[in-house]
Nanobody
Framework: QVQLVESGGGEVQAGGSLRLSCTVSGRTFSSTAMGWFRQAPGKEREFVAAISGYGGSTSYADSVKGRFTIFRDNAANTVYLQMNGLKPEDTAVYYC?????????????????WGQGTQVTVSS
């Protein structure tokens, strides 16, 4: 059974930083593409960032480019989302997701496994 466990959410002031972590168990992690998505109240879930299996490529939403960085530690079966320069509009529940393929995708439907979500709140 594949499990994704997120941590690292919290409340921070605008301009601050947070690092989210997502640890995966139950499947071969190194070849698994991983993504981060977020959902704000009343809005649809949206793509934030993704990294391919083996870490060869990454993709970011335009809204977070230059501020967020996704990276992975295959030895620890963990993917991270480093968030700098946080803005109030980044407030949302953040989810990590895994897909059974190596290649990055940005659509939620392309991911078969999801974490429980972690709240990020950015105050102005």
């Amino acid at each position: 059974q594949v499990q994704l466990v997120e941590s690292g959410g919290g409340e921070v002031q605008a301009g601050g930083s947070l690092r989210l972590s997502c640890t995966v168990s139950g499947r071969t992690f190194s070849s698994t593409a991983m993504g981060w998505f977020r959902q704000a109240p009343g809005k649809e879930r949206e793509f934030v960032a993704a990294i391919s299996g083996y870490g060869g490529s990454t993709s970011y939403a335009d809204s977070v480019k230059g501020r967020f960085t996704i990276f992975r530690d295959n030895a620890a079966n963990t993917v991270y989302l480093q968030m700098n320069g946080l803005k109030p509009e980044d407030t949302a529940v953040y989810y990590c997701a895994a897909r059974v393929f190596v290649v990055v995708r940005t659509e939620p439907d392309e991911y078969g496994y999801w974490g429980q979500g972690t709240q990020v709140t950015v105050s102005s």
